[in-house]
C-alpha cells in the first residue's frame, strides 16, 4: 500500500470544504484507502498561516501527523503558525526532522501558490485513487500537488 501526501490548493474556503467533503467520501470501509491525518489551513494577509480547526476537526480529528505538520512548518516557518493547537510549535520541528524527506520544488511550488486569502486542504493518505482525487480537487479549482513517502 502506498502512502501519499496530497496538497490541494483553492482560491476560497468553500471550494476546499467542498473537495474535503468529496475526497473524504472515497475513504473505504475496508482500507483500501485511508486519510490518515487531514488539515485545512488558509494564509492571512501577513502570510501567516491559520489551521481551520473548525473545518478540519469535523473530517479527521484534531491531531495532525508528522508529515502535515512538518510541511505546514516548512510553508509557514517558525513564526509562521499561528492557529491550531496541535499544529504549533510542534510544526516547526517536524519540518526540521522531515524536512530532507520532503520534495523542495513541491513545497516551493505550494509556498508560491498559497496567497492571501487562500485555503490548502493537507492530507496523509493510504493508497489514494489518484485519478479520482485529480479529477475533484481540478473540479472545485484547486491545484493539486502529490509526494510518495516512503516512510
Same mark, same amino acid.
Given at each position: 500500500m502506498s502512502q501519499m501526501l496530497i496538497v490541494a490548493t483553492f482560491d476560497n474556503l468553500d471550494a476546499a470544504q467542498r473537495c474535503a467533503r468529496d475526497l473524504n467520501n472515497f475513504v473505504t470501509d475496508d482500507g483500501s484507502f485511508?486519510?490518515?491525518?487531514? #488539515? $485545512?489551513? &488558509?494564509?492571512? !494577509? /501577513?502570510?501567516? *498561516? =491559520?489551521v481551520l480547526d473548525e473545518y478540519t476537526g469535523p473530517y479527521w480529528g484534531t491531531a495532525?501527523?508528522? #508529515?502535515?505538520g512538518g510541511l505546514i512548518g516548512l510553508i509557514a516557518g517558525p513564526l509562521g503558525v #499561528?492557529?491550531? @493547537?496541535? =499544529?504549533? !510549535?510542534?510544526? @516547526?520541528? @517536524?519540518?526540521? =526532522?522531515?524536512?530532507?524527506? *520532503? /520534495?523542495?520544488? $513541491?513545497? !516551493?511550488?505550494?509556498?508560491g501558490e498559497l496567497l492571501p486569502g487562500? #485555503?490548502? *486542504?493537507? *492530507?496523509?493518505?493510504?493508497? +489514494? +485513487?489518484?485519478?479520482?482525487? /485529480?479529477?475533484v480537487v481540478r473540479g472545485y479549482g484547486g491545484k493539486i500537488f502529490t &509526494?510518495?513517502?516512503?516512510?
Open positions: 485511508k486519510i490518515e491525518s487531514g #488539515v $485545512m489551513v &488558509q494564509k492571512s !494577509a /501577513d502570510g501567516k *498561516l =491559520a495532525i501527523g508528522a #508529515v502535515t #499561528v492557529a491550531g @493547537a496541535a =499544529a504549533g !510549535a510542534g510544526a @516547526a520541528l @517536524a519540518g526540521r =526532522a522531515i524536512e530532507h524527506g *520532503l /520534495d523542495k520544488k $513541491m513545497t !516551493a511550488s505550494i509556498e487562500n #485555503v490548502a *486542504l493537507i *492530507l496523509e493518505t493510504k493508497s +489514494p +485513487p489518484e485519478t479520482e482525487v /485529480d479529477e &509526494q510518495r513517502l516512503s516512510w
